[in-house]
Nanobody, 127 residues
Framework: QVQLVESGGGSVQAGGSLRLSCVVS????????MGWFRQAPGKEREGVSY????????YYADSVKGRFTISRDNDKNTLYLQMNSLGPEDTAMYYC????????????????????WGQGTWVTVSS
């Protein structure tokens, strides 16, 4: 049974930082590409960042480029998202997502390309 468990969310002031973690179990994590998505109240879930398993190349949504960093530790079966310079617009539930392929072709921000999801962790940024 594949499980993804996020942690690290919380409340911070604008300009602050948080690091999210996602521990994966029940599957060979090192061969799977991974992503972070977020969903703000009243909005659709959107892709934030993605990292392939094949070469570890990271991808970012334009809205977080230069502020967020995705990384993975295959020895610990863990995915990370370092978030700096947070603003109120980053307030959302953040979800970890797993694709059963080592890389995604044609649009990593398509939710349909991810097969397993965590329960999410809340991030609240106050101004």
């Amino acid at each position: 049974q594949v499980q993804l468990v996020e942690s690290g969310g919380g409340s911070v002031q604008a300009g602050g930082s948080l690091r999210l973690s996602c521990v994966v179990s029940g599957i060979d994590y090192s061969t799977k590409s991974m992503g972070w998505f977020r969903q703000a109240p009243g909005k659709e879930r959107e892709g934030v960042s993605y990292i392939s398993a094949s070469d570890g190349t990271p991808y970012y949504a334009d809205s977080v480029k230069g502020r967020f960093t995705i990384s993975r530790d295959n020895d610990k079966n863990t995915l990370y998202l370092q978030m700096n310079s947070l603003g109120p617009e980053d307030t959302a539930m953040y979800y970890c997502a797993l694709s059963r392929f080592p890389y995604i072709i044609g649009g990593w921000q398509d939710r349909q390309k991810f097969h397993n999801w965590g329960q999410g962790t809340w991030v609240t940024v106050s101004s």
